[in-house]
C-alpha cells in the first residue's frame, strides 16, 4: 500500500496532474483530488475504485455496481 503523500509524489515524478491521471483512469478529478487530500475516504463507489488504482487500499473493483462516492 502507498500513502497519500507517495502517491502525489509519483505523480509529480511523471510530470503528471491529478486531471491528467483521472482522464487516463475515467475518473473525477474532484473525488480523485479529495481522495489524494485525505477528505474522501475511498469506501464506495468511485472514490473506493480511485483508492484502489492509486494503490492507497487494497480492495477490488466491481463495474456496474452504483454506489456513493465516499
Not at 16 to 23: G, T, V
Amino acid at each position: 500500500m502507498k500513502t497519500r503523500e507517495a502517491v502525489r509524489a509519483e505523480l509529480n515524478r511523471c510530470g503528471k496532474s491529478i486531471a491528467d491521471w483521472s482522464r487516463e483512469n475515467a475518473c473525477n478529478a474532484d473525488i480523485v483530488r479529495g481522495v489524494l487530500l485525505g477528505r474522501i475516504k475511498g469506501m464506495r463507489g468511485e472514490a473506493h475504485k480511485i483508492a484502489v488504482l492509486l494503490g492507497l487500499k487494497d480492495g477490488e473493483i466491481v463495474e456496474g455496481e452504483d454506489h456513493d462516492n465516499a
